[in-house]
């Protein structure tokens, strides 16, 4: 981990602490060391930042949308943790370089839904997650994040007061009978079911809290 890295990830850990009093559940769940995938619901640009902040002890990398890399300034920053994704239609060489930094070892974020959730309803997986965890042998861990839609909302510009929480689960078996696209969708499809369970989790503990 790069110190650079550290020292943004603590200084956003502290300010959705002010300013969202962020609440991190279960990131025991999240392994130190080895190959993992972080797969988590997409509601706001504030997500990515979010799981970085939360997992403190280990370099998160990022699969980055190509356009965003070419924003001045931002896209210099974003570069730093993350690689680019034809959000569309991944190209095989995205897909053999996410596989390849996980055989390394890499902890990489994934958002299967392949975009942002206007809603806040859960979306149907892309395939690509499902390849490269089926490639890579890489352990899957769902995450659900709530609050950052109020928070920053898609479309708006500014930041409005909400609670931020996120939720980590246990590793989702990826091992079937299954080959190819079905196999891919299948793994999809669990990952989504794991994160709408973790959803679900996360408004029970709303409700006990009201």
């Not at 962020?22 to 990515?48: A, Q, R, T, W, Y």
């Not at 070419?70 to 569309?88: E, W």
């Not at 994040?145 to 510009?157: E, V």
Request: no cysteine; charged share 25%.
């Amino acid at each position: 981990m790069t110190l650079a890295y550290r020292f943004t990830t603590t200084l956003f850990f502290v300010l959705f602490k002010i300013l969202f009093r962020f609440k991190i559940i279960n990131i025991e769940k999240v392994p130190e060391k080895g190959g993992v995938i972080v797969v988590s619901n997409h509601v706001s640009h504030l997500d990515p930042l979010v799981i970085g902040a939360a997992i403190r002890k280990r370099q998160s990398t990022f699969m980055a949308k190509r356009g965003l890399l070419k924003i001045p300034l931002i896209g210099a920053f974003v570069k730093t943790f993350s690689f680019p994704v034809d959000r569309g239609a991944p190209q095989p060489s995205t897909i053999k370089e996410a596989v390849r930094r996980l055989k390394n070892g890499e902890l990489i974020v994934m958002f299967p839904e392949g975009g942002r959730s206007r809603d806040g309803s859960l979306l149907d997986a892309k395939r690509g997650t499902g390849l490269i965890a089926a490639l890579s042998g890489a352990k899957v861990i769902p995450a659900y994040i709530d609050g950052t839609d109020r928070a920053l909302p898609a479309g708006a510009k500014f930041i409005k007061p909400s609670s931020i929480s996120l939720i980590f689960g246990s590793p989702i078996e990826i091992e079937g009978n299954e080959s190819g696209k079905d196999l891919q969708e299948r793994i999809g499809n669990d990952i989504m079911k794991e994160i709408g369970n973790l959803k679900n989790k996360m408004s029970l503990r709303g409700s006990r809290n009201d």
